[in-house]
T-cell receptor, first 107, second 124 residues
Framework: DIQMTQSPSSLSTSVGDRVTITCRASQSISTYLNWYQQKPGKAPQLLIY???SLQSGVPSRFSGSGSGTDFTLTISSLQPEDFASYYC?????????FGQGTKVEIK | EVQLVQSGAEVKKPGESLKISCKGS????????IGWVRQMPGKGLEWMGI????????RYNPSFQGLVTISADKSINTAYLQWNSLKASDTAMYYCARPTMGDSSGYRWYFDLWGRGTLITVSS
């Protein structure tokens, strides 16, 4: 199985800050990498697919980059509604695997 | 509206059987696979497997193979996740989700539509 490792596991930050979350794959996955946001008590929602494509309806402050083994999710200016958990997912090979998640909390 | 509607929460005892459902609407159900994702309390997301409703072709995560059964009934646009004998460790939220891919993604899969989840509690 391909292991996905996110860092940090959690971070405390403020509204307006720039936030960067990284995801590393245990082997090259090209750009078969997606990012999801999950708020407490809610289902995950797709933010970014194929490493850098913004899902329709997602604010442009979210962006993704990377290829191979190293990927980044960036929130350019954190908004109150962005406090949530974020997960990366690889779909290069089955079993599709998720990172352990990054919880973004209010400082 | 394009949506996946999941069956309601369940409370079961160890050893009991259970089948939960996920009904798709607002799109051509047989043209898309359906997947299941587990989230144990306070934990992350785990991909369990996917099924093609068109022909019931199923792919399991080896970690869940033999522990659950994924099925679908295309005549009623519904996918299922089934246990024959529940354990306390099956206590979790279970999401169905629709994997999609196309030329906009370079034919890379992603889950673009999710159900609200079905909470399963297994306790004696």
């Amino acid at each position: 199985d391909i292991q996905m490792t996110q860092s940090p596991s959690s971070l405390s930050t403020s509204v307006g800050d720039r936030v960067t979350i990284t995801c590393r794959a245990s082997q090259s996955i090209s750009t078969y990498l997606n990012w999801y946001q999950q708020k407490p008590g809610k289902a995950p929602q797709l933010l970014i697919y194929a490493a850098s494509s913004l899902q329709s309806g997602v604010p442009s402050r979210f962006s993704g980059s990377g290829s191979g083994t190293d990927f980044t999710l960036t929130i350019s200016s954190l908004q109150p509604e962005d406090f949530a958990s974020y997960y990366c997912q690889q779909t290069y090979s089955t079993p599709w695997t998720f990172g352990q998640g990054t919880k973004v909390e209010i400082k | 509206e394009v949506q996946l509607v999941q069956s309601g929460a369940e409370v079961k005892k160890p050893g009991e059987s259970l089948k939960i459902s996920c009904k798709g609407s607002g799109y051509n159900f047989i043209n898309f696979w359906i997947g299941w994702v587990r989230q144990m309390p306070g934990k992350g997301l785990e991909w369990m497997g996917i099924i093609s409703p068109a022909d019931s072709d199923t792919r399991y995560n080896p970690s869940f193979q033999g522990l659950v059964t994924i099925s679908a009934d295309k005549s009623i646009n519904t996918a299922y996740l089934q246990w024959n004998s529940l354990k306390a460790s099956d206590t979790a939220m279970y999401y169905c989700a629709r994997p999609t891919m196309g030329d906009s993604s370079g034919y890379r899969w992603y889950f673009d539509l999710w159900g609200r989840g079905t909470l399963i509690t297994v306790s004696s």
